[in-house]
């Protein structure tokens, strides 16, 4: 795993993602499902319960991928990343509606350009060999 | 050229493709049109470069990245001399610094690559690629450094005062009764951020 950058980043970012899940639920005690105001995690990222599922999802198919193999680990980094990178987009578009049922605040979006630009990155960028070695 | 500092290439392209184009709704036609294509030209040549083992055209890259830095240069001196403020009006200091920064970033490692290899003539190796550890440290290292130099400069732009998100006023504030008096003593403005 810690000669593939693919596979290393793909495990750190699923145990971020899942301790962020985990953590989200001890500040959304009394928000709903689908709420469009959350509770604020470390004070800045506003979460619902919904986007709290979602970083449990994302965290465990990044950690699953990142302990596979190294085709797994690029497939679902470039995947996230574009994700990622499209609800950065969306995000900015959702503040202060009625639809944003992600509870999604300015620190939110910078976080997940964040998140889009180095999962892209590296998904993209790196373990060229391995992507030549299928074609 | 290490992989590490392609990805530095990569993100500074993106980085002055990102301020360039939100300087487009600002300018005039003319300008709007050159800011256009040498936005979306950095922008694609940056994710080019991540994606591909070598970096693309790197001498016509080396010209197009020193290019907009003369061209902007040129433009303050006329706006200078004929004394036509609005001639460099449209391009703010912030965001175009910060992009020459992107820009002189990349024209310096590309001229530094370019001169090596033709030094290296022959006897030309691929370097070894770095381990993963000290290539995402590399590769966070510059993204961060982007970003940071980024948002400001896109703060500063037009697009970018139209992006800034509102805050949280408070709806249920009403100013206090002056009483017909004209004057308003008194007043607590309830906390808000956002501007």
């Known amino acids: 795993m810690t ?16 301790l962020v899940g985990l953590l989200g639920f001890t500040v959304t005690g009394g928000v709903s499902f ?65 639809v944003n049922i992600l509870a999604i605040n300015a620190a939110d979006n910078v976080l997940h350009f964040a998140s889009a630009a180095v999962l892209l990155a590296v998904g993209l960028g790196a373990d060229k060999k391995v992507r030549a070695a299928r074609a | 050229m290490s992989q590490i500092v392609r990805t530095w290439l990569g993100f500074a392209a993106i980085g002055a493709g990102l301020v360039h184009l939100a300087l487009v709704i600002s300018s005039p036609l003319p300008i709007a049109a050159i800011v256009l294509l040498l936005g979306v030209t950095e922008v694609a040549w940056g994710v080019v470069t991540f994606v ?18 003369l ?29 020459s920064i992107f820009e002189l970033f990349v024209a310096a490692v590309l001229a530094a ?35 940071a130099l980024t948002t400001p400069a896109l703060a500063a732009t037009e697009a970018g005062r139209y992006a800034q998100p509102h805050g949280s ?21 309830p906390e808000h951020g956002g501007h």
């Open chain 2, 169 to 189: 006023h408070d709806a249920d504030f009403i100013p206090a009764d002056d009483g017909g008096s004209g004057t308003l003593t008194g007043i607590r403005l």
């Open chain 2, 52 to 69: 591909r083992d070598s970096v693309p055209a790197p001498r016509v890259a080396c010209a197009v990245a020193i290019a907009p830095l």
């Open chain 1, 3 to 18: 000669k593939s950058p693919n596979r290393l980043l793909a495990t750190v970012f699923g145990v971020v993602y899942l």
């Open chain 1, 34 to 98: 689908f709420d469009t105001s959350g509770g604020l995690l470390l004070g800045l990222f506003e979460v619902n319960v919904f986007h709290n599922v979602a970083h449990l999802l994302i965290g465990a198919a990044l950690l699953i991928a990142g302990v596979s193999n190294i085709a797994a680990a690029r497939g679902v980094n470039i995947a996230i990343g574009a994700a990622y990178l499209l609800l950065g987009i969306v995000g900015l578009f959702l503040i202060g509606t009625e």
């Open chain 2, 113 to 147: 690559h370019l001169r090596r290899v033709q030094n290296a003539v022959g006897t030309a190796t691929l370097p070894a690629l770095p381990s993963a550890g000290r290539y995402l440290v590399g590769l966070m290292a510059g993204a961060l450094l982007v970003g």
């Open chain 2, 71 to 99: 061209a902007w240069s040129l433009l303050v001196v006329a706006a200078t001399m004929l004394d036509a403020v609005w001639l460099a009006a449209s391009l703010p200091l912030l965001p175009m610094a910060i992009a």
